[in-house]
């Protein structure tokens, strides 16, 4: 038996990965902040110190 995948069957799962990582970024929103300054915080200090060719 051939099952076909429709527009609706892929659209309903592209959502329902959406919605799981929209509740994943939420469930602990302050430690990701946190963590997303500090990375950010250490990229952008980081530039100053490149190789000079």
């Known amino acids: 038996m051939k099952t076909k995948i ?11 990965v959406v919605v799981m990582i929209l509740i994943q970024l ?3 929103f ?4 946190q963590s ?12 100053n110190q490149e190789d000079a060719r």
């Open 30 to 33: 302050k430690s990701n902040v």
């Open 26 to 28: 939420f469930a602990d």
């Open 36 to 47: 997303f300054k500090e990375g950010f915080n250490e990229g952008y200090n980081n530039t």
């Open 6 to 16: 429709t527009k609706r069957d892929l659209y309903a799962f592209l959502l329902g």
